[in-house]
């Protein structure tokens, strides 16, 4: 796996809209990166990208020229492939104190999840969330 580069907070234009991002690492399990280098050979660049509608866990994957950041959608790191993982600004609230690294698993059932390109080869990627602050009272305890 790899490491946490800690968090930069800064703000950006796109297409005359305030975005936030924290850049900081990604981190990706071996399959996972498998499969991002795949879309990548397959479609270029591509982002992943945790919708309000989303359930938390499960970002959606696009081609990074497809891709269109909401007001308010958070820059909230990449991958060491320069996959971009975007969130929508009520997932990404206490980011700081939380770890997401990208795993992947075979889709199950006949279920397509709408434009997101892995579906197409019966993969699923989902977020790995640890929250520090949990983890060090567990540690502390």
Request: hydrophobic residues 35%; charged residues 30%; glycine residues 8%.
């Amino acid at each position: 796996m790899g490491h946490h580069t800690g968090s930069v907070h800064r703000e950006r234009q796109h297409q005359g809209r305030k975005l936030e991002y924290r850049h900081r690492a990604v981190e990706t399990t071996d399959e996972a990166g498998e499969v991002l280098h795949l879309l990548t050979e397959m479609h270029g660049p591509v982002v992943l990208y945790l919708a309000p509608e989303a359930d938390g866990y499960t970002p959606v994957c696009l081609r990074r020229s497809e891709f269109r950041p909401n007001a308010g959608d958070v820059l909230a790191g990449q991958t060491a492939w320069h996959t971009e993982l975007w969130m929508a600004h009520r997932f990404h609230t206490g980011f700081e104190d939380i770890d997401v690294s990208v795993d992947v698993r075979r889709r199950t059932g006949s279920v397509h999840r709408g434009p997101s390109l892995e579906s197409d080869c019966g993969f699923l990627f989902t977020l790995r969330i640890r929250d520090e602050r949990r983890a060090l009272a567990v540690e502390a305890s």
